[in-house]
């Protein structure tokens, strides 16, 4: 786990301690993705990504005890979150669309079962950059990604969650008109999460939140050089602003994501 931040690697150490001991012939492979494989954790703000593969079906038993486990972690590591996904060989490299055969833990609780996606940006970032902290190798399970599929996906997701949020900003004294004005954790959040659409779109990959503010500075005009810094040093937690004002910075970012959803529709019209 050389790889791997020390943090991780004691949630990690913990959490397979707990279950080695209550499940000591269910684990075929484990895999972590995300923050921690392309090299951005941030500690009490990134999540751990993992995908588990199962030697078998879990029955409700099995259910219960993963449940117990997560509890536990949650507990101990109240800053971190282990987010991620209990499957078996068969059900990762299927071909049948809408099984929910996948087990999903978010924040220390069973969130049900779903369908793992194969042509989503998980799987892709499982495919190219997960890393394998026990059992086989990832690609072994020879998980293949449809661009087409994943690119559809990320044009909905922009054209319907990113942009209803930027018009839930307008809505005078609501809640998210608040949290564009006060909230530094929804300015970073924001700006930098249609950035990374907008980077996957244009150059079929994935880049940290990071990575994807160096992108932008890069690649788009100057007068958006601003709240873009702005959003890359609240995620850095540097606490020198480029902001006087407030409403400034939010007349900014709301203009800025507005002015991506508008590019990412482009980039994806220009590509089919």
Known sequence: ?????????????????LFDDKFPNLLESYHIYGSVSLGA????????DF???????????????LKEIHTNIKKVFPKID????????????????????????????????????????????LQSYGITVKGKEISTYNITIDWYILLKNMIDNINSYWFNRVNSYKKFLSRPYLNSIFSLEEIEWGVLSVSRIY???????IVSKIGAGEYALRTLPERWHKIINEAMRL????????YKS?????????????FIIQESNKLYSISQ
């Open 1 to 17: 786990m050389n790889t791997i931040p020390k943090e991780v690697d004691e949630v990690l150490k913990q959490y397979f301690n």
């Open 41 to 48: 954790f941030k500690y009490g703000a990134s999540d751990i």
């Open 51 to 65: 995908v588990a593969i199962l030697k078998r079906k879990i029955n409700e038993d099995d259910l219960n005890g």
């Open 82 to 125: 282990l987010m991620g996904f209990y499957i078996t060989q068969d059900n990762l490299m299927s071909n049948i669309n809408n099984e929910k055969t996948c087990a999903c833990f978010i924040e220390g609780e069973f969130k049900g079962f779903i369908e793992f996606d194969r042509n989503s940006i998980d799987a892709y970032q």
């Open 199 to 205: 980077y996957t779109i244009n150059e079929k990959d």
């Open 235 to 242: 995620r850095k937690d540097d606490n020198n602003s480029c």
């Open 246 to 258: 407030f409403i400034s910075r939010r007349k900014d970012a709301i203009n800025y994501m507005t």
